[in-house]
């Protein structure tokens, strides 16, 4: 299902305001520098309201605890952005298609993963100490 | 917690591993859950004997990364389920 970008606005601009980079164009993932260097949050995000609506909020805790964080963050948005999002997923062709999800990778390698059904169900919170063990791990 | 689309089941929209009473088990997101039959969406089916995981195998390789959808959307009897779970839970 394609949803239409002015019902998407508030949801992209969630994690733009967090900080994170907006790939909209396949062109724009194949540039972007986390997909190679450094340790970097790659979110899929999605309108999907059972596990969407927390895992922004869960991705945006964890950034905001301080600490330890990825060098790089950026977003598609599955469902609206289709061809970014299908070259975001060619990043891990490994993993089945998930979305939202999120994939925290380090220097090109993806080192963690959180499917939609790791966030559907639990609260923000929950969401954000997921990532946050993994930032620990990874990007210290 | 579901999606609380109107007249739904509560696991509307959740990734949920269906069990039944032969060989086949279903991981996929739950439509709706009626009387009579289980409708999922984006589905998966791991058959024992047929599957190149155990039963076991399959399902730790789901709860960690989730399935290649194989099946838009399956209608399964709901007198043969024998257990419906969430995949987030195992």
């Known amino acids: 299902m394609m949803y239409s970008p002015l019902m998407v606005n508030p949801m992209r601009e969630e994690l733009v305001a967090a900080g994170f980079l907006e790939l909209t164009t396949e062109h724009e993932v194949a540039g972007w520098p986390g997909k190679a260097e450094g340790t970097a949050l790659l979110v899929i995000n999605s309108v999907c309201g059972c596990a969407a609506g927390m895992a922004r909020p869960g991705v945006r805790a964890a950034l905001n605890e301080g600490g330890d964080g990825p060098d790089h963050l950026a977003t598609v948005f599955a469902g609206v952005d289709r061809e970014a999002t299908a070259a975001a997923r060619a990043l891990m062709p490994q993993v089945p298609p998930s979305s939202p999800s999120m994939a925290l990778f380090k220097d090109g390698e993806l080192v963690h993963f959180v499917p939609r059904h790791r966030i559907e169900g639990r609260t923000a919170e929950d969401v954000a100490q997921d990532l946050r063990a993994a930032f620990a791990e990874h990007c210290a | ?90």
């Open chain 2, 1 to 90: 917690m579901g999606t609380f689309h109107h007249g739904k089941h509560e696991l509307h929209g959740i990734t949920v591993v269906v069990d039944t009473d032969g060989p086949d088990l279903f991981v996929g997101r739950c439509d709706d859950i009626l009387d009579d039959r289980v409708v999922l969406r984006d589905v998966d089916v791991h058959r024992d004997g047929a599957h190149e995981l155990s039963r076991a195998a399959y399902l730790e390789r789901a709860a960690q990364w989730g399935v290649f959808k194989t099946h838009e959307r399956l209608v399964l009897d709901r007198a043969r389920v024998t257990s419906i779970r969430r995949l987030g839970e195992l």
